[in-house]
């Protein structure tokens, strides 16, 4: 059977998502992509006119992606909320941890491409956390402190749990379950570990 040609550009793609896991983008050439996509080397750029396209366009969806994580109104409270965000982010990111890899090796490889979705995924994802925080904050449910920092603390705590439950694998770590990963993490973020003072 013939594949229609956007049924080509998946194959492709998820051909291309493979191979920069693996290698990232710099050891990555067409022939390769092509060679796993199954197609001739030539047919590759039918679909896509460079490598640099389908990097873009991989990464372009993952962008997509990121209203995924986040409630568009939420009822819950607070500590739901963040727990649901945690809880969203580890099952998708880890059933296919593909995308961390690649988030890896586009930080350490430097290229222009890298450098500007990694800003622009940041943004994003900073800039829908620094919009939960700034309600919270005018509703006094937190206390008054910089949006900016509450948001790359929390995250740092959601993609750390990411990374040693898929590249930097901790055996204890992986006998937590994700809601139980949640659970802590959001309690410590929100509450800390102190006992209060009476």
Do not use: C
């Amino acid at each position: 059977m013939r594949l229609k040609g956007s049924q080509r550009r998946e194959k492709i793609l998820k051909a291309a998502k493979k191979l920069f896991a693996q290698k990232g983008f710099k050891g990555t050439t067409t022939k390769m992509l092509a060679q796993e996509a199954g197609i001739s080397e030539s047919s590759l750029y039918k679909y896509f006119s460079s490598k640099e396209e389908i990097y873009l366009n991989l990464l372009e969806q993952k962008i997509k992606d990121i209203g995924f994580y986040f409630p568009i109104k939420s009822k819950n409270s607070l500590k739901d909320t963040l727990k649901s965000i945690v809880v969203q982010f580890l099952k998708r990111n880890t059933k296919d941890p593909s995308f961390v890899k690649i988030f890896l090796y586009a930080s350490l490889e430097e290229h222009e491409i890298s450098k500007n979705i990694l800003s622009k995924l940041r943004n994003i994802f900073f800039s829908r956390l620094e919009s939960l925080f700034q309600i919270w904050i005018q509703e006094k449910k937190i206390k008054k402190m910089d949006k900016h920092l509450l948001s790359k603390f929390f995250f740092g705590l959601l993609y750390y749990s990411l990374l040693l439950k898929t590249i930097f694998p901790d055996d204890e770590f992986n006998d937590y379950t994700i809601e139980e990963i949640a659970n802590n993490l959001t309690e410590i973020f929100l509450e800390g570990v102190l006992y209060e003072q009476k």
